[in-house]
């Protein structure tokens, strides 16, 4: 007897150039069709799209702002009758949590994507983020989400000491390196150490202390820095006031990450706190290893230190740690270097975790 497949709904704002998009989009790519049947809302419009969205049953909303699509989930809701709904960021989780309240048969499930305490001090989130998680209306919808998909064990620790979330609803599935990421076959021959980070331009990204950094590094080097946000000309003026801006590359956005990673000797990270940074697993994944300030967020369960890379605890031990790669780069041969992101978050043993959790919670 064949066995009824369970219906998911996928919700995000947008495909546009993300790590959260990025995720939601290998899940409904990854699962299961003859288990599942998947469908991915975008709130936003298809105009934003950057991801290749082929195999996939994609529904755009068009609408500029969550709250506007509150209908629009209803009728979703109504029609598609899912087991499950699944969002990841926190606005787009609370509101269909709200809408979840008129379908109490279906498994609401919302991904986190930062460690909360740790993230307060930037962008304003005092009067943005966390004013509205302690309204009326925030926890409301918070009582009714089933399961909090966390990235790190970091983030769930934070969760449940800081905002006592309940134990037995949190699951930590790590975010994964997709099949599409291969293994670079050497390391590139370049006599200028080539270094590259890849993040939105913003405070949390900690950009201005790895300028700091390689401002005082003795060695020819060539900087990539990939991406876009609100603090790019305050990090080019800081990059112009250290003297650096005929050592960088500021690239907006590329469909060329990949290229970049491998093109490099080294990826470097200076951010305050992430949620499990995409980026850095990729980056790993096709052998380039990385120097990463250790911060809240999962680095000390991506990096292993001397193998793939090093975690820093200052800036001096950021400039060291560098040096200490550049001086033995052969020591750290792509295969090497990927090993431990390949087996711990591999396409198929991600995929395989929610999988195994949407059985779970519908059985």
Known sequence: MKTKK????????????????????????????????????VIGSIKETLFDTSDVEVI????????????????????????????????????IALVSYLFPSTVCIARETFVLSAGKRFNNWDKKLFHRINSIVSDFAHKRINYFICQSEDMKNDLKSNFKYKDRNLITINNPVSNEFQIKTAIPNN???????????????????????????????????IGEGIEKDNIMEFAKSHNLMDKIDQVPRTNEVQKYLANSHIYLQGSFVEGFPNALIESLAIGTPAVVFDAPGGMNEIIVDGENGFLAFDQDD??????????????????????HVRKSYGAENIINQYESLFKKVTS
Do not use: W
């Open 60 to 95: 755009y909303l068009n609408k500029k702002k969550v709250k506007s699509a509150l209908f629009r989930f209803f009728k979703l809701f109504l029609t598609e009758k899912p087991d499950i709904v699944f969002g990841s960021l926190t606005h787009v989780n609370y509101n």
């Open 191 to 225: 006599s200028i150490a080539q270094f590259v980070t890849v993040g939105r331009l913003v405070k949390q990204k900690g950009h201005e202390r790895i300028l700091e950094c390689l401002a005082n590094l003795d060695t020819p080097f060539r900087y990539t820095i």
């Open 318 to 339: 950021f400039q060291d740690k560098i040096s200490f790669i550049l001086n033995h780069i052969q020591s750290f041969g792509p295969e090497s270097v990927a090993q």
């Open 6 to 41: 369970r219906k998911i709904l996928l919700f995000i704002p947008t495909l546009n150039a993300g790590g959260a998009e990025r995720v939601m989009l290998f899940i409904a790519k990854n699962l299961n069709r003859e288990a599942f049947d998947v469908k991915l809302i």
